[in-house]
């Protein structure tokens, strides 16, 4: 079975500066995805990147890239520049390949940007 | 273009009675989800629609959880008798497709308290 760890319950961090959050996963499939979704407070959880994991290049969205490191099965996301906004629960998530996978998530990492 | 819409909001009951919560997906879209998400915790996919068939409902306790799309569009997922551990948040999701490289949107979520 699959697993999803995020090891930082809360995290803060400044307006404008840079913050990672970790995740760590357990699996024995070769073809899978790695994502990171948002859930700002009261609102509707979003994808904020995804990552295949047969891909070497780490993916990038705006502000947001990952770290990717396939052998360590880990999946950090970087927010540069933070934004009020960006204040949020964050989840890692996974999902095998093929067309019935489902995403198994992790518990979180409640993120407040600081102005 | 209008996101997943569930209803209701809000839900407060007392253990034993019955509850159903009603989810409208994204137009067009094929395959439909509800997760579960438990206070601290990350959703935990109950079952999983593909148009008005079931692909994946490992996790659904079916003894007291029931969930139906009729006609391949809006879904709703009872509960019968609820619980106290029944106590979430219960969201929608709804993709085009099958599969990792689909985007799954969220609803707003229906947040059920069992007293």
């Known amino acids: 079975a699959q697993t999803v760890t995020q090891s930082q319950p809360e995290m803060s961090v400044q307006e404008a500066e840079t913050v990672t959050l970790s995740c760590t996963y357990d699996?024995?499939?070769?073809?899978?995805?790695l994502f990171w979704y948002k859930q700002p407070p009261s609102r509707q959880m979003i994808l904020v990147i995804r990552q295949e994991a047969y891909k070497q290049q780490n993916a990038t969205e705006n502000r947001f890239s990952v770290n990717f490191q396939k052998a360590a099965k880990s999946f950090s996301l970087k927010i540069s520049d933070s934004q009020l906004g960006d204040t949020a629960m964050y989840f890692c998530a996974f999902m095998k390949g093929g067309s019935q996978g489902n995403l198994i998530f992790g518990k979180g990492t409640k993120l407040s940007v600081k102005p | 273009e209008a996101g997943v819409a569930q209803s209701p909001r809000y839900k407060i009951i007392e253990k034993r009675q019955s509850v159903a919560f009603w989810c409208n997906p994204i137009s067009g879209h094929a395959t439909l989800y509800w997760y579960q998400q438990i206070l601290g915790q990350g959703p935990k996919l109950l079952i999983q629609f593909q148009n008005n068939g079931v692909v994946d409902d490992s996790q659904l306790p079916k003894d007291r959880f029931s969930a139906e799309r009729l006609k391949g569009v809006d879904s709703t997922l009872k509960i019968q008798p609820a619980k106290l551990e029944d106590s979430a948040v219960y969201l929608c999701?709804?993709?085009?497709?099958?599969?990792?490289?689909?985007?799954?949107?969220f609803g707003p979520g229906t947040r059920l308290l069992v007293l």
């Open positions: 699996t024995s499939e070769n073809n899978y995805y």
């Open positions: 999701a709804s993709s085009p497709f099958l599969g990792p490289q689909e985007t799954q949107y």
